[in-house]
């Protein structure tokens, strides 16, 4: 008898633990790494220690808020790192009229990018994975055409967007907060957010119910394309080079790892965004211990590969 | 012939026809293009990739996808140039073993938890790489080839091309075989085609499942540990990028990413396809290499759009 009650206690406890999981997990293991390295590695408080972190994980933020997004209607975008690059190498070709139009340029191509991408999914129907890999072979390409090799810069304002601080924070971080709280208010609020998540939901019914299913679905590969354009100015403008080779590589993984991390489900209908910038923190501050640690590169590749199953079994439908 | 099955044609042939075509107008535009060594250096440098492309395909009929295949291609290579030292069977068992099993593991993921293949493979890339890096000495060791016999499996040459092309041919019949005339080919297609109907009708479907990603993580330590061959070292910095390659090719050549329809001989065409638009490319010479990028990247949207619109058509009529 006792026995018993025991067993349906773990029964009705079992789903809760996994639902804790799945909503707080992410929070828990970043504040856990948190804990871990304010006790035991040393200077692990120093505020350029803090602002390095927060500044190289920028861009994947970034480039993961678009991809939530994308994701949020059961799609995928891996263009994300050829949009970087193209960027890249859009901001020096026309840096001669000033760092704004420049930059306006480039987010411009990302848009371009985004809504091929988006064309060819939502008015085509083909596959997401399919289309975007597409433009990342093809796009990255355009990107080395455009600019061969490394090209450094010296104009002095696009170097102070990716360097200078506003109250000890880096410009680039506060951009970075500030679309966060958009996309945030965005899903959350607007009824285009409520539309993503139908969409990704139940595309048949949403259909039915005479959203306009196709337009959203193509302004979302937009949002993600400029996103991961202004991630490329950004990181361009942090480096004071333009590396249309080597820019952005990866990334698309980098964010949907950060996306999956965060308990946003690949199947879509539901977006969290607060949790996947977590996500994309808790992979940095992963390796940035690891690293502080000693412990090798290739530990840090399994680390993740371990975290990442993980997460995703932890957040799995279930069935 | 009715629209149907011309638009059928199109799509399991498609690729083998602009191969056909391309082949032509190289021919006609550069002397260089259509002379014996031109054609064998590009079968040459597409061989290894068509051995990765075989066992994607069989994933991707499956109605998945595997996204390992480039990191377990440089870890079978590391992998085999460190096993050279033990003599040709080492070279070549140690690969097959570690990326068998890492295959098996993934397959046993995917098949019993219902994960998605997209993120157990993305996993697997970054945790075979980081395996890699682990046994390399975090990439600084290059190990050397130092078996004679195995350095021939990769640099030998038998009526005028080299063994990796015998050997990609005699896998791609196997394949085709397998995939064409067996109950385990079926069970394939049937899975990719709709995976509760086949279980329904009684296809194992987990251990088909299994199979087909040991396949895949086989063949791609064996592509790695013939490159190992034929370069002579365990080169630690190849493979990146190559999962997207292999995707490609068997896009290109008419297997649908939603599974269950397609076949070995479009993947054939699929990489072939990509190895002369190289070449093609390098013929103008004033191209540089980002070119062959934005082409292939644009013929790869062509094909997709033509796929769509291809089985538009069939379902109309």
């Known amino acids: ?319 | 012939m009715n629209r149907e099955q011309v638009s059928r044609i199109l799509q399991q042939h498609g690729a083998m026809m602009v191969l056909g075509l391309l082949v032509i107008v190289g021919s006609l535009a550069f002397d260089s293009f259509a002379t014996p060594e031109n054609a064998a250096s590009v079968v040459v440098s597409s061989s290894f990739l068509a051995i990765i492309a075989i066992g994607m395909t069989f994933v991707i009929i499956s109605g998945g996808i595997d996204l390992s295949v480039g990191s377990l291609f440089v870890l079978g290579g590391v992998l085999a140039a460190y096993g050279s030292q033990y003599g040709l069977i080492v070279a070549l068992l140690l690969p097959l073993a570690v990326c068998g099993v890492v295959g098996l593991l993934q397959g046993l993921v995917i098949a019993r938890t219902g994960m998605a293949p997209f993120i157990v493979t993305l996993a697997g890339l970054l945790g075979v790489r980081g395996l890699m890096l682990a046994i390399s000495n975090e990439g600084a060791t290059t190990y050397l080839v130092k078996n004679r016999a195995f350095a021939t499996l990769g640099q030998g040459e038998l009526l005028g091309l080299s063994y990796p092309v015998h050997i990609t041919i005699v896998l791609a019949l196997l394949a085709m075989v397998l995939l064409q005339r067996t109950g385990f080919g079926q069970n394939v297609y049937a899975i990719g085609g709709n995976e509760q109907a086949a279980a329904f009708m009684g296809v194992p479907v987990v251990r088909t499942k299994v199979y087909v990603y040991v396949m895949s993580a086989l063949l791609a330590g064996l592509a790695g540990a013939l490159n190992a061959a034929r370069l002579s070292s365990g080169v630690t910095i190849l493979g990146i990028g190559l999962e997207l390659d292999a995707i490609a090719a068997v896009v290109i050549g008419g297997t649908l990413l939603t599974g269950g329809a397609g076949g070995i001989t479009g993947t054939v065409a699929g990489v072939l396809l990509l190895g002369v638009i190289q070449s093609l490319i390098n013929q103008v010479g004033s191209l540089t290499s980002a070119f062959q990028q934005v082409v292939s990247g644009m013929f790869l949207a062509l094909v997709v759009v033509a796929q769509r619109l291809l089985s538009k058509a069939q379902r109309l009529t």
């Not at chain 1, 933020?61 to 995928?76: E, K, N, P, R």
């Not at chain 1, 704004?100 to 371009?112: E, M, Q, S």
């Not at chain 1, 290739?298 to 069935?319: D, F, G, K, N, P």
Request: net charge positive; proline share 4%.
């Open chain 1, 1 to 319: 008898m006792a026995e018993l009650t025991v067993q349906g206690r773990v029964a009705v406890l079992k789903p809760r633990v996994f639902a804790w999981v799945q909503d707080y997990g992410v929070y828990a293991a970043v504040l856990a790494l948190l804990l871990f390295n304010v006790l035991f590695t040393p200077h692990f408080l120093d505020a350029a220690n803090f602002r390095t972190q927060l500044v190289q994980v920028t861009p994947i933020v970034i480039v993961s808020l678009g991809m939530a997004l994308v994701i949020g209607t059961q799609g995928i975008d891996l263009s994300v790192g050829s949009v970087m690059a193209l960027a890249a190498a859009l901001v020096v070709l026309y840096l001669g009229y000033g760092w704004l139009p420049a930059l306006i340029v480039a987010v411009a191509g990302g848009a371009v990018v985004g809504a091929a991408g988006g064309a060819l999914v939502a008015y085509v129907g083909v596959q997401p994975i399919v289309a975007t890999l597409a433009l990342l072979v093809g796009v990255r390409g355009l990107a080395n055409v455009l600019v061969p090799q490394l090209v450094e810069f010296r104009n002095p304002d696009l170097i102070a967007l990716g360097s200078s601080s506003v109250a000890g924070i880096p410009v680039i971080v506060l951009i970075a907060a500030a679309l966060t709280v958009v996309v945030l208010f965005v899903v959350r609020r607007t009824t285009f957010g409520r539309q993503v998540v139908a969409i990704g939901g139940n595309r048949s019914a949403s259909e039915l119910s005479g959203l306009p299913v196709k337009r959203v679905l193509l302004t979302v590969y937009v949002i993600s394309g400029l996103l991961a354009a202004l991630a490329g100015v950004l990181a361009t403008a942090r480096l004071q080079a333009s590396d249309p080779t080597s820019l952005g590589l990866f990334i698309e993984l980098s964010a949907i790892t950060a996306v999956v991390v965060g308990g946003t489900p690949l199947t879509g209908g539901r977006i969290r965004v607060l949790s996947t910038v977590m996500g994309a923190l808790l992979m940095q501050l992963l390796s940035a211990t690891l690293i502080k640690h000693n412990l090798p590169q290739s530990w840090t590749q399994m680390v993740q590969a371990v975290i990442i199953l993980a997460a995703v079994y932890a957040t799995r439908e279930r069935r």
